[in-house]
């Protein structure tokens, strides 16, 4: 019955990442089914994490995410928890032996947003780390399965991976960010004047992060590259999207690949592997 439990656990961590996320989760489905369940372990617990702090409101949130990281420490101690999105997130860590300086990174910057509202350059660096290549990291060790030279070869990349879909992510909904949560990402932009400027400046970083990533998409083991060059598809295009828009119209709306577009990206990236093309 341990068993059941824990296969329940990781139905949890499963439909969390099909309800938040259609299009990651529309990527890890092109993972080899090996990596299919701990990948959804790892965003199960990250997404409950960035809920605490981003929509938790009229909760004492310090005091949410202080109980969820002891929580998550003795889940991953006891090697069990109640809470099935820790049970199913403890199952992965003790299995890949994911470091716990990566959780530590994480869950401090999801601090970071309870409290920070602006950054300098070296605040937001840091914060791009823990909120976002530390999760790239923590799917190369799932990736890696234990190969401790491979994963030294290609963390670079998997770090330059989580940042531009995180940068993405902040360029996409700097209305909500600023407007809804007073949030201030980007260092020394004015978001009460946005500037094609600003927005040059922003893209040309995001672009090399896109650049550097793809590098390391090709090095990696065949049972993950398809799945995370999806992903990485998904989010060029919906950078590419944004390049053309005003910097003024970004702060009035969301954008966003429509279905039809995601069904286009997956084709075309099926005929590339399909050609050996990546």
Request: proline share 3%.
């Amino acid at each position: 019955m341990m068993q059941l439990f824990h296969e329940v656990s990781q139905d949890c961590s499963r439909i969390t990442t099909e309800k938040y996320s259609t299009s990651f989760f529309s990527a890890i489905k092109l993972l080899h089914k090996d990596f299919r369940t701990p990948i959804c372990n790892i965003y199960g617990f990250v997404r409950f994490a960035d809920e605490i702090v981003d929509s938790f409101h009229g909760h004492d949130k310090a005091e949410l995410l202080e109980d969820f990281k002891k929580s998550t420490y003795e889940a991953i101690n006891k090697k069990i928890s109640l809470n099935p999105i820790l049970n199913s997130f403890q199952i992965t860590v003790n299995e890949y032996q994911i470091d716990h300086k990566l959780i530590d990174a994480f869950l401090h910057s999801m601090a970071l947003d309870l409290e920070k509202r602006e950054y300098d350059k070296a605040g937001y660096e840091e914060y791009i780390y823990g909120s976002a290549e530390v999760v790239g990291l923590m799917c190369l060790q799932v990736f890696c399965a234990g190969h401790a030279p491979q994963y030294e070869e290609l963390k670079p990349y998997a770090r330059s991976l989580g940042a531009a879909f995180q940068k993405v992510n902040f360029l996409r909904d700097l209305r909500a960010d600023f407007e809804g949560l007073d949030r201030v990402y980007f260092p020394g932009c004015n978001f009460d004047n946005f500037t094609e400027v600003d927005k040059l400046e922003i893209e040309r970083d995001i672009q090399k992060d896109f650049d550097h990533a793809f590098e390391g998409i090709q090095k990696l083991p065949m049972k993950a590259r398809f799945g995370v060059y999806v992903a990485f598809k998904y989010y060029l295009s919906l950078f590419k999207k944004i390049k053309k828009i005003q910097p003024q119209k970004i702060m009035q709306q969301r954008i966003r690949i429509p279905d039809y577009g995601k069904f286009f990206i997956l084709a075309k990236a099926g005929i590339r592997s399909h050609m050996n093309m990546l």
